[in-house]
Every structure is written in C-alpha cells, then in structure tokens.
C-alpha cells in the first residue's frame, strides 16, 4: 500500500539513517575504551606477539594492515611496536630489511586514533628522512596502512613546490619530510604550528647526521615541544646517535634485535669480494654483467660523476640488460621515474651512489655490486642491505683493490660481517678497454665525462678519513685512466708531487734567463720547451676530430724551422696563432743587441706609461696585446672629457686650486652668492617664459579673428602684435571682436559633410538631410543690440553658457 504523502516516507526512511550514525559513532567509543584498557594491560618486557591481529590496534589499522598483507611481525616490530603504544621513547637499532618502518608507523596511527586527533588539531606526528627517495617510500607505506584512518599525511621534500607545500602544510596531521626541507618551513612559512606535536620519528639516524644536517636537526627540535614522544631507528648505532639521543630522549627503551646475533647481516645474504686492481675493475664488472643477464643489479660507486661515465659508456656497448643510473645530481622527477622503474622490472642493472644505500626497499634484488670500496663497515652494511630483505635469499659482491683488502676486512671482521673471497674465471673475463678508447677518441663528452669521473674518484680517496684503507700514493692511477679510455691521466690539484702550479706561477723570463747561462744552444732549447703554455698543450693533443692532420703537420712545421731547414719566407704563411693587434717597436737595436738579433729571433718591446716596458718573450705575453684590460694596465688609462653648451672640452671631474678657491671668499659667502646668482637667473627665465607664452596666444587669438572676418587664409601670415610700449587697446572693443555664437559649430558648418556611400539614394531622404542640416545651421543666437558696457558682455556670455 502507498504512503499518503511524501513527508511519512522521508520521515520513515531517515530513521534508520540517523540510527546507523548513531550506531557507528557508539562503536568508535567503544573501540577507544577497548584500546585504552587492552593498553594498559599490555606488559612490553612480558608480551610475546607474534601476528599484528594479537596487538591492540584500532580497525582501522587492522584493516589497513590486512589489506596491505602485513600479518607477521618481525623481531623490531614485536619488541618496539608494544612500547610505543605505551607512549616510552625509542632508540631502535635493527639489520636492514628488518621492518623497521611499520616499528615507527603503527605507533603513530595509534597514538593519534586514540587521541581523537582531527585536522583541527594540526600537526601530530612528523618523521624525518635522510633522502628523498626514503621519505617517499615511507610515504607510500603510510598511505597504505592509514588507508581507512580519516588523517591527513603529507610529503615535504626538495625538488618540489615550495609555495603548493606551504598551501596545504597547516592543514597536515602526519608529515613526512627531510631535513633541509623542513627546516625551511619553519622558518619561512608563517602558518604552520609545530606546539601541539605529539610524536616525532628519526629514521636513519646516523645517516642523517652523517650527511651534514647536524645543525638542521638540532633547529629542527628548537622548534619542537619537549612534552612529546620520540623514536630513533637505524640499522647501526654511532656515538652521535647515542648523543642525540641523550638529547631529545627522556627515558628511552634501548631496542636492539641483532647485538646478540653473530652476524650484522641477515643470514640468508651471501656475502663475497674479489681482488681487482683498479685498473682491471671496469672489465670486471662488465663482464659480471655479462654473465648475469637475467638479474636485478645494483652497482654502487662513490660518486655521481662515475655513475654517469659508466652508465652512458656501457650504454653505448650495450652489455645486453636494461640500465638505469641514480645519483643526488638527478632532478626529483628523473630520480622518482629511475626509481619506479627499477622496481617494477624483473632484470635490470641500477648505476647509483650512497644516496640508496639506505632504507630503499626494490622488490627482488639478487645482487648488490661494490664497484668502489665502502667508506666503513656501516655503509658497507646499508649497501649490501638492499638485497635479502625480508628473509628473502640474495647475493653481494665487494671489488677490492690490493691495497685496500687488509684494512676493510678488518673493519668487517669487527662489525660481525660474514665475508668470503672468490675469484673471477679467467675463460668469462672480458675486456672493453679498446672500445671505450675509440668511444672517447669519437666523442669529446664522454672523454670529458671520464676525465671527471677520474678527478671525483681520485678526490674521493683523497678525502677518506681511514687512512689504513685508502692509500692515494699507493693506487695505480695511471692504470685507472688508461682503462677508462682517456689517453692520459688528468692533472690532480691536491696530489703531491704535482709541480704544474709552480710552473704555472713562475717568472717565463726567469726560467729562460736561467736556462741560457746553464749551457749550450741545445739545452736552452729543450729548458725553452718546459715553459708550457695552452697553445703547447693543444698542439700536443693527439685525439682531435677534424684538425688533428692540421695540428701535425703544423707542430712539423715549427720542428722544421727550429732546426734552420725551412724556407724563411713561409714564416708570414706558418704564423698561425699571430697577434691581431701588435704594437711596433723601434727598429733600431743597441749595438750589444745586433748579437743576439742575429742569433735568433729577439723578444719584442713595448713601451708604456710612465717609461715602462713590457718584455714580449712569450706566446703568453704575446697574447697578452689582445686583451683591452691588460693594454689599458700597460699604456695608462685616458681621461675622459666633456663638452658645454660652447662646444668647449672639459674634464669630467675639474679640481681647483684651493688658493683661488680662498681668494673669491669663503665658502658660506660664495654658496650665498651662487644661491642669489642662481634665484635671479631663474625669475628672469620666468619672465621670459611667461612673456613668451602671453606672445604666442595673442598671436592665436589674432589669427582665428582675421580668419572670421575674412581677411587672411589660414595659410597667411597673422597681422603683427601691438608693441607693449604703445598704447593699449580698449577692452571693450577687443571683446566686441569675439565670435558670437558656438565656435566648434561654425567650424563644423564650414567643413563639408561625409556622406555614407550607399548603393542607391531617393529623393525624400535627400530633402530630409537637407532640412536637417538647415536646422542646424539656424542654431544661431543674435543679439538685439550691440554690447557697449561689460554688463551687457555678461548677460550675453551667460545666454550663451546657458
């Protein structure tokens, strides 16, 4: 049967709805009376809980942990998860892979699920990551299990808007960030509130500190609260995580899942190195690549430069696997694509630095490839941490040079880090030495991307604080260059026994002074020849592209007429590198100079300012007379001038003699007597100018009458103006001259109408427009009598105005 009206079924059908609001709000009450009390009874030190459904969570939680297929809580989890729910501060230290993101996030979901945290509340909980890359995987996981909360998370990092973050910053309950980034929201972004923050996280501790963003982190918790909870995780512990940790902790539970274990690593890693001498550490890894084509590789180097040389070098060789390379120079959307993409391919080979070595977790990794020696054990640890993650089986190998094997195996040996040495079969050993020669003989960019990939590499070493490991004296870099195809080793600034500075900053005229009193013609030319200059070296290069024929034959040339075998008239023709501007010099020699002039040839001498002489005895000073600058430097600067209204010259800047200056007067009467000089000046312009304009409107006025009576064309020439001496004319009558009607319209009637061009015409509106413009031209006042005084001249004005 159907309702009467409407009003009873909407009425009928609201009930319900209002009972199921109802309803779902009692059982979230419940459900925070049911934490609180399961909380409370949860005893950490006696609790041994193994599934996340045995723990007191929330629904919500539940649900996104369930959804996201968490069901098994790892060793950190079990021992950190439960202490955090009961609100004590952390210091986790566990092995990587270990799970010690759902350790920090959980606790965070909970906390603020039971605290009836809103987004008015602002921000709650903020967690800090030393890298990009880890702050967005972290992200990503807290999405996942807060799926069904009604919190709101966000990620603040570099590379990214700063002006979109600081829109949508105050109305965060979850943040999570990098240092840099955060620091500068607090200082720069008015609306964001940090008083009512209840938890904060560091994850990778020491690697935070490590990177520099000590200073960072110490403001960042300057701006923070004291009354909130605080965990620190990591995968090591160092003396500045522990001094941090006596700094921002109160009380803090000491969570460690691994010191009793034997090794730092997980037990299902197997762990190798080889010896490689540095030079052979290229083909090695090429053709570990080759014998691995069916894997997921990552290869870590100390530095991005490398990582670019080696990536787009075996790019061009093509080993046979996708590649991808990852460093900190990246842009934040390449760095999240390389990302991505490396994770979600089955066999692929990743080029990156240190920037990964932490907490990044890439699904199914089988081996992780240290081309270059870790810094220490620690990092060797995180590196070789991205593979066998989550008890999964996977595979690390370390290149050794020589003189580096004692050393880091002693580091290892401390840290607990099971390592056994393999070697390479001689039959799978393959070599691309030639081919990345020809490569950079080919092309200059990458002879240039080798060239700093080798300076970073040998500046790396240099840098490194365990001197017992690294040894820069004792490397062969030599060897290195050669097998990276450059045709030599580039000069190293900060290597020893590197004279090119010296050689560099010492007198060319003093060297060659030198090199003529040691002894005889022939070893004056070779000292000559240590003096190097730019031109020297590119003439010496010998992997040009087009002009290398060109340079051969040119340095055959100069080689020739050194020895007195060329024609001395192909100078002028040979002189390729001639000056463009070359100031002469006086042809005439001393009489103890014909000697050397004929003996050969002379250096060149130009005189400066003040008696100076510049000594030309170099391809460098010779280069020296194209420079403005240094010409300017040599002959004096000139003085510039300026011109009066006469066309005289004057200096820009006239001193006069204080003597003169004294003589006028003083100074309070000569400023008085310039202020005078200048006032008088300024009212006689004035009278000219008021003058001249009074001139040019009564010659205005005289024109427009003589045109109204008829007497001039506009063409003519206006009658001349009464002199100011004469008599006056009388105003009476210059004001009968005015015009009596409308001005404008008189003009307007005499100018001829534009007619609209139109197809056809008829005679009616023909008489139209003809009435009308009669009409208008009637639109004329006259006057019954003659103005004669000024009253009469008012009363005109104001019928006319009105």
């Not at 603040?156 to 910053?169: D, N, P, T, Y």
């Not at 009512?196 to 501790?205: F, I, P, R, S």
């Not at 300076?455 to 060897?479: A, H, M, P, W």
Request: charged fraction near 35%.
């Amino acid at each position: 049967m159907a309702p009467p009206n409407g009003r009873k079924t909407a009425g009928k059908f609201a009930k319900p709805k209002n009972d199921a609001r109802s309803l779902k709000r009692k059982r979230v009450v419940d459900d925070h009376e049911r934490l609180e009390k399961e909380i409370k009874e949860l005893d950490p030190k006696v609790a041994d809980i193994k599934d996340f459904q045995h723990l007191p969570l929330s629904e919500p939680t539940s649900k996104g942990l369930d959804a996201s297929h968490f069901k098994t809580l790892t060793d950190i989890q079990s021992k950190a998860i439960p202490l955090a729910l009961k609100g004590k501060d952390i210091l986790g230290a566990a092995k990587t892979g270990s799970g010690k993101t759902l350790a920090f996030l959980v606790p965070v979901l909970e906390n603020l699920y039971r605290q009836k945290w809103t987004e008015l509340d602002g921000l709650g909980a903020l967690i800090i990551s030393p890298t990009r890359e880890l702050a967005i995987q972290i992200f990503e996981v807290l999405r996942k299990i807060g799926r069904y909360h009604s919190f709101s998370a966000g990620l603040v990092i570099g590379g990214r808007s700063l002006q979109e973050e600081r829109e949508r910053l105050g109305r965060m309950n979850i943040l999570v960030c990098t240092p840099g980034r955060m620091l500068q929201h607090m200082d720069q972004t008015a609306a964001f509130e940090v008083d009512n923050l209840q938890m904060l996280v560091l994850d990778e501790a020491d690697r935070i500190l490590d990177m520099g963003f000590q200073t960072s982190v110490d403001a960042i918790l300057d701006h923070l609260p004291k009354d909130r909870q605080t965990m620190l995780f990591s995968a090591t512990q160092t003396k500045k995580v522990s001094d941090l940790a006596r700094l921002s902790l109160k009380e803090p539970e000491y969570v460690a899942v691994h010191e009793a274990a034997t090794s730092a690593t997980p037990t299902t890693l197997q762990q190798h190195y080889i010896v490689v001498p540095l030079a052979e550490k290229l083909n090695t890894l090429y053709s570990f690549i080759r014998a691995n084509l069916k894997a997921k590789i990552v290869v870590f180097m100390s530095s991005g430069k490398q990582v670019r040389f080696v990536y787009e070098s075996f790019r061009h060789i093509q080993p046979g696997i996708p590649l991808l390379h990852l460093h900190g120079r990246q842009k934040q959307t390449a760095r999240l694509d390389i990302t991505s993409k490396f994770s979600s391919s089955q066999n692929s080979c990743l080029f990156a630095t240190d920037v990964v070595a932490r907490g990044l977790d890439f699904p199914a990794v089988d081996w992780v490839i240290q081309m270059d020696c870790p810094e220490d054990a620690d990092t060797y640890i995180h590196r070789v941490g991205r593979t066998a993650r989550y008890e999964r089986a996977g595979r690390g190998v370390m290149f050794l040079d020589p003189t580096e094997e004692e050393g880091m195996l002693a580091r290892l040996k401390h840290k607990k880090v099971p390592i056994e040495k393999i070697k390479v079969r001689t039959n799978k050993q393959q070599s691309v030495q030639k081919q990345l020669q020809v490569m950079c003989f080919q092309d200059p960019e990458l002879k240039y991307l080798g060239q700093k990939a080798f300076v970073s590499y040998t500046r790396s070493v240099y840098l490194q604080k365990d001197k017992e490991i690294f040894k820069i004296d004792e490397i062969d870099l030599e060897g290195f260059a050669s097998s990276m195809g450059l045709p030599g080793a580039p000069k190293i600034k900060f290597q020893k026994g590197n004279d090119a500075k010296k050689l560099k900053n010492a007198p060319r005229a003093t060297l060659e002074s030198s090199d003529e009193e040691s002894g005889s013609e022939a070893g004056g030319k070779k000292a000559k020849k240590e003096v190097r200059t730019k031109y020297d070296r590119m003439f010496e290069m010998q992997n040009q592209n087009v002009l290398s024929g060109h340079y051969t034959k040119m340095i055959a040339e100069d080689e020739e007429s050194a020895d007195g075998e060329a024609n001395v008239g192909s100078d002028e023709d040979g002189d390729f590198m001639s000056v463009k501007r070359l100031i002469p010099v006086d042809s005439e020699l001393p009489e103890d100079m014909e000697e050397v002039a004929s003996a050969g040839p002379q250096p060149k001498i130009v005189k400066g300012a003040n008696d100076t002489e510049l000594v030309i005895d170099s391809k460098r000073r010779e280069k020296m007379l194209k420079s403005k600058k240094k010409m300017l430097k040599l002959k004096g600067h000139g003085t510039k001038t300026v011109y009066d209204s006469d066309g005289n010259a004057h200096d820009i800047y006239e001193l006069e003699d204080e003597d003169d200056f004294k003589a006028r007067g003083t100074a309070e009467a000569q400023r008085a007597r310039f202020v005078e000089e200048e006032a008088s000046k300024v009212k006689q312009a004035d009278i000219e100018d008021k003058q001249l304009a009074k001139d040019k409107r009564r010659e205005k006025k005289d024109k427009r009458k003589a045109r109204e009576r008829g007497d001039m064309d506009e063409d003519d020439e206006a009658p001349a103006l009464h002199d100011a001496g004469s008599d006056a004319e009388d105003p009476l009558e210059f004001l009968k001259s005015l015009p009596m009607g409308d001005e404008s319209e008189a003009e307007e009637d005499e100018r001829p109408q534009k007619r609209a061009k139109k197809w056809f015409e008829n005679d009616s509106e023909d008489e139209s427009k003809a009435a009308a413009t009669k009409k208008s031209r009637r639109h004329i006042i006259e006057a019954a009598d003659e103005p004669e005084t000024l009253e009469d001249l008012e009363a005109l004005a104001s019928g006319l105005l009105g």
